[in-house]
């Protein structure tokens, strides 16, 4: 995937409602994890990820800083991430706990 020519999110549109259920995507396109949900937001917040798993079973909750990810829309519109850590960088972050 070219993300390259994807259009990147505003700090303005950093929110819940814009980044739920995005995929976070880690060096080589791999997939590292899918946004569950936002604590703040802009580029101040701290996403909350689903790493690993299959289907959200199995899956770990850790928080990324928003600054750690560049956000972006793709061609259709479909907003996604991507990110320096590698799923197992993002696997080996404390669990998130609500």
Sequence with gaps: MDH???????PAELTEPNL???AIYGPDD???GTVAHLHGSGPGGQVIVDVGGFLGIGSKPVAIA??????????DGTVHATTAMT????KAL???HH
């Design 94 to 96: 404390p669990e998130h």
């Design 87 to 90: 799923k197992d960088q993002a």
């Design 4 to 10: 390259s020519t994807h259009q990147p999110l505003t």
């Design 30 to 32: 791999e997939k590292v």
């Design 66 to 75: 928003v600054s750690e990810l560049n956000f972006m829309r793709d061609e």
């Design 20 to 22: 739920m259920d995005a």
